[in-house]
């Protein structure tokens, strides 16, 4: 399988607990994000990373989450105490990048958080 | 204004109709324009992607957009009980805007019945 890929599918932790989830992107792209999609809406944009460089955030993005890329393969997105707004599915997407318009992003699973 | 807005929905056609679904996005600057499906429970899929004025077909999925009016179409021809899902529309600014975050709308809820 050569998609997008995101793990843990699953994720139910109580309030105030670190959670962290991992994305893995398409092995030629260059841009991976973070999206979080609430039932009934579309997902919302958080972050994204052009190679190791983090590039844009939202203002959706508290001080309690944090992403990384570190070596520009892999990404993480970690919450630090957890509260019940923050229950929703965490999608990752990843594309390659090149002048001018284009930016095809295609998402992972997704890991689906329930806080308690 | 939301910046991406569809038809709340939901829509119901039967097998074999034509599917329109509508978008109209307010940031003129947005140089990108794509449909993605979701099946309940799972992540958007890509199924078309616009950049310029006018149609794209592929396949039974024909994309239409009108830079002036601000406007994204999705037409699903012959449609099956298998396209029953949520459509979202989404819309990138690009490089040339600054920003390369895609902006979606709340989805549209279509249902083909047999």
């Known amino acids: 399988d050569t998609g997008v890929s995101q793990d843990p599918r699953h994720k139910i932790t109580k309030r105030g607990q670190n959670v962290t989830f991992r994305c893995d992107p398409i092995?030629?792209?260059?841009?991976l994000y973070w999206y979080r999609q609430t039932l009934g809406q579309g997902p919302e944009f958080l972050t994204y990373?052009?190679?190791?460089?983090?590039?844009?955030k939202s203002r959706l993005l508290s001080d309690r989450f944090s992403a990384e890329r570190p070596k520009g393969s892999f990404s993480t997105l970690e919450i630090q105490r957890t509260e019940q707004g923050d229950s929703a599915m965490y999608l990752c997407a990843s594309s390659l990048a090149f002048l001018g318009v284009g930016n095809e992003q295609f998402f992972g699973p997704g890991t689906r958080l329930t806080v308690l | 204004q939301k910046e991406v807005e569809q038809n709340s929905g939901p829509l119901s056609v039967p097998e074999g109709a034509i599917a329109s679904l509508n978008c109209t996005y307010s940031d003129r600057v947005s140089q990108s324009f794509f449909w993605y499906r979701q099946y309940s429970g799972k992540s958007p899929e890509l199924i078309m992607s616009i950049y310029s004025n006018g149609d794209k077909e592929d396949g039974r999925f024909t994309a239409q957009l009108n830079k002036a009016s601000q406007y994204v179409s999705l037409l699903i021809r012959d449609s099956q009980p298998s396209d029953s899902a949520t459509y979202l529309c989404a819309v990138n600014r690009g490089s040339q805007g600054g920003s390369e975050k895609l902006v979606f709308g709340k989805g549209m809820k279509l249902t083909v019945n047999p």
């Open positions: 092995s030629e792209h260059n841009r």
């Open positions: 990373f052009q190679n190791e460089a983090q590039l844009e």
